[in-house]
Nanobody, 126 residues
Framework: QVQLVESGGGLVQAGGSLRLSCAASGHFPRVYAMGWFRQAPGKEREFVSGNTWNGRDIVDANAVKGRFNISRDVAKNTLFLQMNNLKPEDTAVYYC???????????????????WGPGTQVTVSS
């Protein structure tokens, strides 16, 4: 089956940058979309950014537009999230997710995704 593992989280000062990676292993039966979610303590898991695997649809949450950029390396089955101009409110556990359910758009609700990584912590200090 499919396994996802995130890496690249850590501590950074406000205004700094981090790049998260999500490595996928196993068999992807026609994956259609992947995305990044985050969850801060005491808050609901929220959508951050996502793309259809063919790259024809990319969606960013309003809170990260102009600061975060999602990309992928199809040959290496790896998803990335470049995070720039980080703010303290970006502090959260970040998760990558994927779905093998057919879609022509990027789902922005967690329930639409089947595969999840264990998460990586991002902490932004002021």
């Amino acid at each position: 089956q499919v396994q996802l593992v995130e890496s690249g989280g850590g501590l950074v000062q406000a205004g700094g940058s981090l790049r998260l990676s999500c490595a996928a292993s196993g068999h992807f039966p026609r994956v259609y979309a992947m995305g990044w979610f985050r969850q801060a303590p005491g808050k609901e898991r929220e959508f951050v950014s996502g793309n259809t695997w063919n790259g024809r649809d990319i969606v960013d949450a309003n809170a990260v537009k102009g600061r975060f950029n999602i990309s992928r390396d199809v040959a290496k089955n790896t998803l990335f999230l470049q995070m720039n101009n980080l703010k303290p409110e970006d502090t959260a556990v970040y998760y990558c997710a994927g779905t093998d359910v057919y879609t022509t758009f990027v789902p922005t609700v967690a329930g639409a995704y089947k595969y999840w990584g264990p998460g990586t912590q991002v902490t932004v200090s002021s």
